[in-house]
């Protein structure tokens, strides 16, 4: 009798034993490549001089890699991305043609980065009678960041109030569109504007002849402090995410703005700037006072998926090389993870 009692009491023991080890296999082990990524990047954010906010996830698997994600960031001409999203939208349910053509007025020409202005610049008195299609709006927005086209773009969208409706509805939290590039650059240069009041470009001329170069650094900080036109890297990365899986926009439209996204021509130094030649990247950047931004698609070679990126420079008093030098190593660093361990 003490003999089966005592077999038993050790078939227990050993089924014990064996449900542990089981347990212990179980457990995953740490991803070592994950945390050395993850170091690296707060390493390489420190090239930056100022706050850095990364949300990059590939694709195909689902992994993320997460810095300041749920951090608020001024979103500069990145917002040029909501904007884009909500006018096709209204493409897409019959508002406007691609090939509708809109008068451009003297009251659009706009300060800050692209050509319409500088361009089309005519006197008070002319009569200009110059249109742009919509298409052509969109490409002057998002190639080379034409302010001027923006803010028609915005206006045909229905404004900020339609931009965010547009982005609630797609489930994307965390950003707003608030103002016109016009009154983003003017409050990032301490101009007081009325944004209930008509816009005119002599206004902007005559309040920028009183700015004083020493006080650009103080209305760049508090320029970047804004509670207005901002995202979190997570909103953004959100945003593009669902443009990449076809879940924004309807085919054709969602074609055409990854097709002209991929053509990007601003900020070659960012996500482009160490990544192999020939590597395709669909993005739009952002720069003003001491933000530098870049968002977008990277295809890794091969097999190997997609990764879908957003990476957020603020508060840096550095140059703007040296902020786009570490969102270009910092870029890197993600590309070199999610191409060789994911």
């Known amino acids: 009798m003490k003999k089966i009692v005592l077999l038993t009491c050790l078939l227990a023991i050993g089924g014990i034993l064996m449900?542990?080890?089981?347990?212990?296999?179980?457990?995953?082990?740490?991803?070592l490549s994950l945390e050395r990524v993850n170091a690296e990047i707060a390493r390489l954010s420190l090239l930056s001089g100022g706050i850095v906010g990364i949300s990059a996830i590939h694709t195909e698997t689902g992994k993320r890699i997460l810095l300041n994600d749920q951090l608020s960031f001024p979103m500069a001409s990145s917002y040029k991305v909501p904007?884009?999203?909500?006018?096709?939208?209204?493409?897409?349910?019959?508002?406007?043609?691609?090939?509708?053509?809109?008068?451009?007025?003297?009251?659009d020409l706009h300060p800050g980065s692209g050509l319409i202005s500088g361009r089309f610049n005519w006197p008070d008195s002319a009569q200009p009678g110059i249109a742009l299609s919509v298409r052509s709006l969109?490409?002057?927005?998002?190639?080379?960041?034409?302010?001027?086209?923006?803010?028609?773009?915005?206006?045909?969208?229905?404004?900020?109030?339609?931009?965010?409706?547009?982005?609630?509805?797609?489930?994307?939290?965390?950003?707003?569109?608030?103002?016109?590039?016009?009154?983003?650059?003017?409050?990032?240069?301490?101009?007081?504007?009325?944004?209930?009041?008509p816009w005119s470009p002599a206004l902007y001329d005559s309040l920028s002849k009183n700015s004083k170069p020493e006080e650009q650094i103080l209305f760049a900080r508090q320029f970047d402090s804004t509670s207005q036109d901002i995202c979190t890297p997570d909103a953004m990365t959100a945003l593009l995410l669902k443009l990449h899986r076809g879940q924004v926009l309807k085919p054709q439209s969602s074609a055409l703005l990854l097709a002209i996204m991929k053509r990007c021509e601003t900020g070659l130094g960012r996500l482009r700037g160490s990544l192999p030649p020939g590597t395709e990247v669909m993005h739009k950047t952002g720069t003003m006072a001491l933000t530098t931004n870049d968002a977008g698609i990277i295809t890794l070679p091969g097999d190997a998926g997609h990764i879908v990126i957003s990476v957020f420079v603020k508060s840096s008093e550095k140059t703007i090389p040296e902020r786009e030098r570490a969102i270009a190593e910092v870029t890197r660093t993600i590309y070199d993870y999610f191409l060789f361990y994911h």
Not at 19 to 31: L, M, R
Not at 170 to 183: E, H, K, N, Q
């Open 19 to 31: 449900a542990q080890k089981k347990a212990a296999i179980a457990v995953p082990a740490p991803d």
């Open 83 to 107: 904007i884009a999203v909500a006018l096709l939208t209204k493409v897409d349910s019959g508002i406007y043609s691609l090939s509708q053509m809109i008068e451009i007025r003297k009251s």
């Open 138 to 197: 969109l490409e002057l927005m998002l190639l080379i960041s034409d302010n001027s086209a923006a803010d028609i773009c915005l206006r045909l969208a229905g404004g900020p109030p339609a931009v965010n409706a547009c982005m609630k509805n797609l489930g994307i939290d965390g950003m707003r569109v608030d103002r016109s590039t016009a009154f983003l650059i003017a409050a990032s240069e301490g101009m007081m504007l009325d944004t209930e009041s």
